[in-house]
């Protein structure tokens, strides 16, 4: 659920135009609005709504897509021109392929179904404010921006200029686009397209379907551009609304394609590559047979590199193992056909060392921790701590520990009231965070912290820093070191057992 203190924290400092032509909608809506942003501006059109961003800035534009005069994705292009990096959220009754794709074109960043959910209306204000928030404050991130927005721009000049009408290219494009949202796993669909179209040429398929296939994988995950980034960016294991959203992307990517001529040959094949050979298979449950024979091929490919990518909580296979494993889900998941096949054709497939779904630089670290933020203390929190602690596992790149059990907290706050408790705990955070600026600080258990360092401290150095903040109330805290070369901990549970000890 949104927290509407916080969101309106980061509108009020914002301005918004919102463009509907039906006039009680657009009345109640701006009234809404006005309760959270600085400055409200209502438009009946898209001619009125340009005229309006023509002569004021705006932070925010909310538009309906169907209005007389000037239609919102029209009005979002004139838009995009004056400023490519204006931040859109559309309000649309219409779910057709035609719509969607427009609007992915145009470059929006969220979207509402009518009749108006007030609810998601929040959640996606939250996410896109809180993105310009954050995209406000950090310059280095805002740089980065800059730089792969004129990067893209580039390929796609250089694309459209040199070979434009290269099918290819085009495809290539558009999966590189979606996966910028999910750098983690960039390369997925290149890597399937490329092992379903092994396996197509070992089982004699035409040379045709061997490139439909091929193009097939490459799309097979665009229906993931409608997937929320706190579903699609979630290291944990999902819960069952989460997993529904995530299993949407199969029915969204198939809606994507099946009208566009180019896609449609491929439509089918991309719906039904989450379908398994036994039935249990979504998002129609169709087994053996049903499945078309170019999708349980897709089946195999997709798993296989499911396989052979490290995930944030399970190492990557050996391709052996990865075989084996596929040879022992024959006639569940598989066709059986298929898996004779592709034990042939992927067993000397060489995978990447680099292949991860963890983040390889700070900027993408951060980006990804910027999902795991614990709000009140501004350090990372303990879903983090999880994350951090596996990767830790692999490389051991953070060597040491510490464990801050925070005492008489719960006596200072009934003394001292709620406030200052979270005072303190922003201090006791921010005092933490400071003292190396290498350290990672968590909040975990509620009260206390973990700091995970690459360098051993010293004990001093550590009382040194709390002795001014300890000296001005009766809360005292202890420290556990643990010396990560010789125990080994991987999860936060095992963190808990540790204090415990």
């Known amino acids: 659920m949104t927290d509407v203190k916080k969101l309106k924290e980061f509108c009020g400092v914002l301005s918004v135009l919102y463009v509907e032509d039906d006039t009680s909608i657009r009345n109640v809506m701006t009234q809404y609005l006005e309760k959270f942003f600085l400055r409200v501006a209502s438009a009946s059109d898209g001619v009125e709504g340009l005229d309006a961003y023509k002569n004021a800035q705006f932070d925010i534009v909310i538009t309906d897509l169907s209005m007389p005069n000037m239609g919102g994705l029209e009005m979002i292009e004139h838009i995009k021109k004056i400023d490519e990096n204006q931040a859109v959220l559309i309000t649309t009754a219409h779910n057709e392929p035609d719509y969607m794709m427009g609007a992915i074109k145009a470059g929006v960043d969220g979207y509402i179904m009518k009749p108006f959910d007030f609810m998601q209306l929040n959640q996606e204000l939250y996410k896109i404010t809180l993105n310009l928030k954050n995209f406000k404050e950090n310059e280095e991130y805002k740089l980065y921006l800059k730089e792969m927005v004129a990067k893209k721009t580039s390929e796609i000049v250089h694309l459209m200029d040199v070979q434009k009408n290269n099918y290819d290219k085009t495809l290539y494009l558009m999966v590189d686009m979606i996966e910028q949202r999910d750098t983690y796993t960039a390369g997925h669909s290149k890597r399937v397209a490329q092992y379903c179209k092994l396996i197509a040429q070992e089982m004699d398929y035409s040379q045709d379907d061997c490139e439909l296939i091929y193009q097939a994988g490459i799309l097979h995950d665009v229906g993931k551009i409608a997937t929320p980034d706190a579903v699609l960016l979630n290291p944990k294991a999902l819960n069952s609304i989460e997993y529904k959203l995530i299993q949407e992307h199969v029915s969204i990517s198939y809606k994507l394609l099946k009208d566009i001529p180019m896609f449609k040959p491929f439509a089918e094949v991309v719906y039904s590559h989450h379908e398994r050979y036994d039935g249990t298979g979504y998002p129609r449950g169709l087994k053996a047979d049903e499945i078309v024979p170019l999708a349980q091929i897709m089946i195999v490919a997709d798993a296989f590199d499911a396989m052979t ?104 706050n009934k003394e001292h009231g709620w406030k200052a408790g979270d005072e303190f705990l922003k201090s006791f955070s921010h005092t933490l965070c400071q003292s190396n600026l290498d350290d990672l600080v968590f909040r975990v258990f509620g009260d206390d912290f973990v700091v995970l360092s690459k360098e051993e401290r010293n004990p001093q150095d550590i009382k040194d820093d709390f002795t001014e903040l300890i000296s001005k109330c009766e809360i005292q805290y202890s420290v556990q070191n643990i010396d990560l070369t010789k125990t080994e901990i991987s999860k936060v549970s095992e963190v808990e057992m540790a204090q415990v000890e």
């Open 309 to 412: 990518t490290n995930r944030i909580y399970k190492a990557r296979k050996s391709v052996t193992d990865a075989i084996k494993e596929i040879e022992s889900l024959s006639e569940k998941q598989f066709h059986p056909e298929v898996v004779k096949k592709a034990v042939i054709a992927l067993k000397n497939v060489e995978i990447d060392d680099e292949i991860s779904q963890l983040p390889k630089s700070k900027l993408e670290e951060e980006r990804f921790a910027y999902f795991y933020k614990d709000t009140l203390s501004e350090a990372y929190n303990q879903n983090y701590l999880d994350v951090i602690l596996m990767k830790n596992s692999y490389d051991l790149e953070y060597k040491y520990m510490e464990i801050f059990s925070i005492k008489n907290f719960s006596m200072y």
